[in-house]
């Protein structure tokens, strides 16, 4: 893995929310917030969570300290979860694009959520940042299908046919 093939993910990764969001963006403000299912419950808290473990897991490896979880309660509209993480984003591009491919096989020392210690190089724990979010955005599609909203493909082959034709 190289500093590239992060960077590459993270674009495809920025790529499919905002294509998400769009949908999103469709949502009654009672929709946004309504429990639905899954482990977070509503398409706001999957959406914080998501946003909130990408922010952490880049403060762990040296980026901007995101110090407590996001609460989605501090989140009450699309605006204020997209303006936030419009600010991730220009962390994370920022964070990677000092980062030297050496630097990825740093160890990074650090304590989950069970309180165990535990260690990773620095770029299986930005990969596990971006493919979290892939997993966390295939909760929102179902949850918008719960809600009668079509989300559209987001598939990395679709972002890739769409990068190779421009």
């Not at 309504?34 to 969570?49: E, K, W």
């Not at 009668?148 to 046919?161: C, E, F, H, K, Q």
């Amino acid at each position: 893995m190289t500093v590239k093939d992060l960077e590459e993910l993270y674009d495809y990764s920025y790529w499919a929310n905002r294509k998400l969001f769009g949908v999103i963006s469709q949502l009654t403000p009672e929709e946004f917030t309504r429990q639905v299912a899954g482990s977070s419950s509503s398409i706001r808290n999957t959406l914080v969570h998501s946003m909130s473990a990408e922010w952490g897991w880049l403060s762990r490896c040296g980026g901007p300290d995101r110090s407590a979880r996001l609460d989605p309660a501090d989140f009450p509209s699309l605006q204020t979860v997209t303006d936030t993480w419009s600010n991730v984003e220009m962390m994370v591009r920022d964070f990677l694009s000092r980062l030297s491919n050496e630097k990825l096989d740093r160890t990074i020392n650090f304590t989950n959520e069970r309180g165990e210690a535990r260690s990773l190089p620095l770029g299986s724990i930005m990969r596990h940042a971006a493919n979290h979010t892939v997993h966390h955005r295939g909760q929102i599609s179902l949850l918008l299908r719960m809600l009668g909203y079509t989300p559209g493909n987001v598939d990395i082959l679709i972002y890739y046919a769409l990068k190779s034709s421009s």
